[in-house]
């Protein structure tokens, strides 16, 4: 019986929560350079007349397609849930890259001895980061978006392109949060007039913690504003932490330019 009634509770609240993913409507981003299927959550009570934060997510190489619904798999849920948007009523945009494309530009090789990454200062004009900034400029046209309150974040692959889209746009971000990711150190000197929260977990071994490491030095080089969160024994799996971390939210929508 109580089996039974434990099937029936996992049932129920599967089913609460891909209702509260149905609030992400679908859409669709036209660019010069292609598409970029977005979902995009309003405030409950959405007014025009008023200036909301924006809150651009994006997620990792796992969640590439064309379905428009993979992307929401990891924090689709908490940004969706009742009490996040009545505490923190923003427009929250969940793009999907295509399932041939990536979010920033980097080279991944695995071998016995573990995993490498490279991240090439060149060739920077990925077509994907060129339909993120066209898509962040066209949901400032058409919705009522507070530009001080301008907020990114991403994990995996996302975390990358997070490091690249602030780099890309350096005036645009009041904070940037990156789970489980990296960069070029180089580019810190980019990536320094917002607040930064990088997450991993120090037993990674799809992208090893060093590549956040190294992130989180170079800006303290610099002395940005950034903190590191380390997840003793987790493996590439940081985002479940970090999601469940209820200080993520009312850290990020503190910050502001002004």
């Not at 010069?32 to 190489?61: C, Q, T, W």
């Not at 000197?189 to 190294?214: C, E, M, N, T």
């Not at 989180?216 to 493996?235: E, M, S, W």
């Amino acid at each position: 019986m109580k089996r039974f009634l434990l099937l029936l509770l996992l049932l129920f609240s599967g089913s609460l929560m891909a209702q509260d993913l149905d609030r992400f409507e679908k859409q669709t981003f036209v660019g010069r350079d292609g598409e970029l299927p977005y979902r995009i959550l309003l405030p409950k009570h959405y007014n025009p007349d008023i200036a909301y934060p924006l809150v651009m997510f994006l997620h990792g190489s796992g969640e590439r397609g064309s379905d428009n619904s993979a992307q929401l798999k990891h924090g689709g849920a908490l940004f969706a849930s009742d009490a996040i948007r009545e505490d923190y009523p923003a427009i929250v945009v969940f793009p999907q890259c295509p399932l041939d494309g990536y979010w920033a530009n980097m080279e991944y090789s695995q071998t016995p001895d573990g995993v490498t990454i490279t991240y090439p200062r060149g060739n920077t004009q990925k077509m994907e980061q060129d339909l993120l900034e066209g898509l962040l400029k066209d949901l400032q046209k058409n919705y009522s978006v507070d530009k001080n309150r301008i907020y990114i974040g991403g994990l995996s692959m996302g975390a990358m392109g997070t490091f690249e889209l602030v780099r890309r746009n350096p005036r645009t971000f009041a904070a940037a949060f990156a789970i489980c990711g990296g960069a070029n150190p180089a580019i810190a000197g980019k990536l320094d007039r917002q607040p930064w929260w990088i997450f991993h977990g120090d037993a990674d071994q799809v992208v090893p913690i060093k590549y956040s490491q190294q992130m989180v030095d170079a800006l303290k080089r610099i002395d940005a504003d950034v903190q590191f969160t380390v997840y003793p024994d987790v493996g590439h799996d940081s985002w479940t932490a970090t999601f469940a971390n209820p200080e993520l939210l009312s850290w990020l929508f503190a910050q502001s330019k002004e």
